[in-house]
């Protein structure tokens, strides 16, 4: 007969074998990937001061347009650790669908908007931590009282 202690210590090592893979797994959506000794494009940027970065300044409060200034919660956060590293943010508003592109092509040094991690965008370029989680929502009206859950 087995005793609970021993049943207990092997549903420890279940969990910790079971958490080691679920973490390999999460690891490049939970954190940054590492990157090449050669960073080019790291280089370029303490060597000038200057980040230059695009985002869609359509997607409120993330982004968006205030008169030809580009603000947001997104903004603010990426100014803030920019100034924290000496650096300062160059500002550029692209579509969505061209923030990527352009960072591949080097025309930029860091994309700004709105990001979801998917394994797709994680074979193109490096994601910081997430800031904000979220998940869809579908909401409307009812018609005439009626639920349609």
């Keep these: 007969m087995v005793n609970s202690k021993t049943v ?7 969990s910790l ?4 893979a679920v973490g390999l797994v999460a690891s490049p959506l939970l954190m940054p990937q590492a990157t090449t000794s050669a960073d080019t494009v790291w280089d370029n940027i303490v060597a000038s001061g200057e980040i230059k970065a695009g985002t869609d300044p359509t997607w409120s409060p ?10 947001g919660f997104e903004i603010d956060l990426a100014d803030a650790i920019a100034e924290k590293l000496g650096l300062t943010i160059k500002w550029q508003s692209a579509g969505f669908d061209t923030v990527i592109p352009s960072m591949k092509a080097k025309q930029l040094d860091l994309g ?12 193109e370029v490096t994601f910081t931590m997430p800031h904000s989680i ?4 579908v909401i409307m009206l009812s018609l005439n009282g009626q639920s349609w859950a």
């Design 8 to 14: 207990m210590a092997i549903g420890m090592i279940i």
């Design 62 to 71: 993330y982004e968006e347009l205030n008169g030809a200034t580009i603000v």
């Design 112 to 123: 700004v908007s709105g990001f979801s991690v998917i394994p797709e965008r994680l074979e």
């Design 134 to 137: 979220t998940r869809g929502q």
């Design 17 to 20: 074998i079971v958490g080691v």
